[in-house]
């Protein structure tokens, strides 16, 4: 899940100037806004599109800026009604400008502003009518009964206790890869779909794509859009992949132990839980965006706590190699105390947990993908059992490896080309 539009404290009337002049024309223009979710946050709101998932975090005298111009009031008319209430001067053409920058106004007098353009969302025959009932109050009592139901059922039957033994139940390891890979890529998508079900139940479109964290190849659903909506309907929102997770298991867990099937249907169940269950610790790896960074997030009232955090971090870097805080502001100091230490302390475990897991990938999961290549192509030509096994084993490794890089590139092709430049650049010979 991402919510990467979160919003931004941005685009808010500046005091101790004129009314300003709106981008596109003199302060006697009258500006419509575009349908714009507004909500209290705080002691400011928080505004934004819906549709397109920007929003930014606004004072209150923003929120009145916003109310004035629905009201018809030409720029220079809502500058000096706000002179009159508060007795200070507010940039009110600047910040209609910066709202035109972020597609929030429709027109200008008769001049219409360009649409930005955004992806359309997935599934888009999917109504809110057809999934309200995710957002229905009995929805968290069935998922703590699944959790009650799992305790008693692992308690009672510890031998079904979720294991990485289960996910290798025959001997053919291409067989097992492509069959494991096949059912992680359902509940994965479960997953997602149960974040874009919800969102749509909430009014928010949603998008599902394929991304890269770090080493690991995930689906991601974008469901900026519930920004606009309450509390307890975003963490819905956030959690409710985790919720479909944890019902899964118990569904499992419960026809293994009331049917106790036999053979490749009972092998085949056990993956399923292994997998699901041992998924959910992973959501706990906050410092790549997992589901319960998005609630921590939120709870921290942080805008945007991984871009604050790795501003923070490259703060650090520039501060231990080029010494001089002058030349160097902390970005944390913008915010109150609470914010600031939390983005603080994200940082660390932002760091550390990155750290971690490359060590991880560099220490252990390299070293395991070319040994079972290698085992892969040792069975090449013995048998034609063996030979059809390997064969499924480097298809699928290789085209996991295939769509991260693409999926890599596909995001950060921008960063890597601009260094590339950078290299270059710095390598030419300086003529004499």
């Not at 009995?138 to 294991?163: D, E, N």
């Not at 992680?184 to 479109?205: C, D, K, N």
């Not at 290698?374 to 090449?380: D, K, Q, T």
Request: hydrophobic content about 50%.
């Amino acid at each position: 899940m991402t919510a990467a539009r979160s919003p931004a404290g941005a685009a808010t009337p500046a005091q101790g100037a004129g009314p300003g002049t709106v981008a596109t024309g003199p302060g006697g223009s009258r500006v419509r806004l575009r349908r714009l979710s507004q909500r209290r946050e705080g002691d400011g709101w928080v505004i934004g599109r819906v549709e397109t998932g920007d929003f930014i975090a606004v004072p209150d005298v923003a929120h009145r800026v916003l109310a004035l111009l629905g009201q018809g009031h030409a720029v220079d008319e809502v500058a000096a009604l706000l002179r009159a209430e508060t007795g200070k001067s507010f940039a009110v053409g600047s910040f209609v400008a910066a709202l035109d920058d972020l597609g929030f106004v429709a027109a200008i007098d008769d001049e219409a502003r360009p649409d930005p353009a955004v992806p359309g969302p997935s599934l888009p025959w999917l109504r809110p009518a057809h999934v309200r009932w995710f957002l229905h109050p009995a929805v968290p009592m069935v998922v703590a009964g699944c959790t009650v139901a799992i305790v008693v059922l692992l308690a009672s039957h510890p031998a079904l206790i979720p294991s990485y033994r289960m996910l290798v139940w025959n001997r053919q390891a291409g067989l097992v890869l492509a069959v494991d890979a096949a059912i992680a890529w359902t509940l994965i998508l479960m997953h997602e779909l149960a974040h874009l079900a919800t969102a749509r139940a909430a009014g928010a479109p949603a998008r599902i794509t394929i991304s890269t964290r770090l080493q690991f190849l995930t689906a991601q659903t974008d469901v900026s859009g519930v920004w606009g909506a309450p509390r307890r309907t975003r963490m819905t929102v956030y959690l409710a992949g985790m919720a479909l997770n944890v019902c899964v298991v118990a569904a499992c867990l419960l026809v293994l132990v009331a049917a106790d099937p036999h053979g490749l249907a009972r092998q085949l169940l056990c993956v399923v839980v292994a997998e699901t269950a041992l998924a959910l610790p992973t959501q706990f790896m906050v410092f790549m965006r997992t589901d319960l960074y998005f609630v921590l997030q939120d709870l921290t009232r942080c805008a945007n706590l991984y871009a604050d955090g790795s501003a923070y971090l490259r703060h650090l870097a520039r501060r231990a190699t080029r010494p001089g805080v002058g030349q160097n502001p902390d970005p944390s100091q913008q915010y109150p105390p609470p914010q600031r230490r939390a983005v603080r302390a994200y940082s660390a475990v932002l760091l550390i947990g990155t750290a971690i897991c490359l060590g991880v990938e560099f220490a252990v999961s390299l070293p395991a993908l070319i040994t079972l290549i290698a085992r892969a192509v040792a069975e090449l030509g013995s048998t034609v059992l063996a030979t059809l096994d390997g064969t499924v084993l480097i298809a699928v490794l290789l085209a996991w490896q295939v769509l991260w890089w693409s999926r890599w590139w596909a995001r950060h092709q921008g960063q890597a080309r601009s260094l590339a430049r950078k290299l270059r650049k710095g390598g030419t010979p300086h003529g004499g």
